[in-house]
């Protein structure tokens, strides 16, 4: 089973201010790698697949880079609906499908 | 509109059964493989099953297999997970969503397995 680790478990960040997310993956995903979003009491929400692919209708201050086992996800412009908890996926080898602990993005 | 709506959670007692549904709209259900995902309370997502377009592959993650069963019925738009020797840790939030890379999920729906 790949593990999916995810850093910093929180991030404290201001409006406006870009937020650097990282996934890190047990042995290589190649580029199959998505990111999602989760508010609370909600489903999440797609943003990116294919590691640096944005969903339909994701704006363009989310970006997704990396491939093998190191991902990153980077939000250029902090919104305040952009507080949120965000996960990584991968599918490059399943079953299990898997994600990452999370990280938990809030307003400092 | 695509949409996905889960129902059937309910508060069962340890060793019990449920029947969980997700009814599908605004699209072609039949073309899509499903998934189960569920999520305990205050902790990240964890996949349990998938099922192909044709149900003719269905996978469960190890926590659940020999307890829980996934099935779809495309007549219907819709997606089945029969839960079987509930376990207080299959206390969650579960959603069904769409594709191996889930574009489009639930709100989702609780089960509480307590006494």
Known sequence: EIVMTQSPATLSVSPGERATLSCRASQSVSNNLAWYQQKPGQGPRLLIYGASTRATGIPARFSGSGSGTEFTLTISSLQSEDFAVYYCQQYNNWPPLTFGGGTKVEIK | ?115
Do not use: H
């Open chain 2, 1 to 115: 509109e695509v949409q996905l709506v889960e129902s059937g959670g309910a508060l069962v007692q340890p060793g019990g059964s449920l029947r969980l549904s997700c009814a599908a709209s605004g699209y072609s259900f039949s073309n899509y493989n499903m998934n189960w995902v569920r999520q305990a309370p205050g902790k990240g997502l964890e996949w349990i099953s998938f099922v192909s377009s044709s149900s003719s592959t269905v996978y469960y993650a190890d926590s659940v297999k020999g307890r829980f069963t996934v099935s779809r019925d495309n007549a219907k738009n819709s997606l089945y997970l029969q839960m079987d020797s509930l376990r207080d840790d299959d206390t969650a939030v579960y959603y069904c969503a769409r594709a191996v890379t889930p574009d489009f999920w639930g709100q989702g729906t609780l089960v509480t397995v307590s006494s």
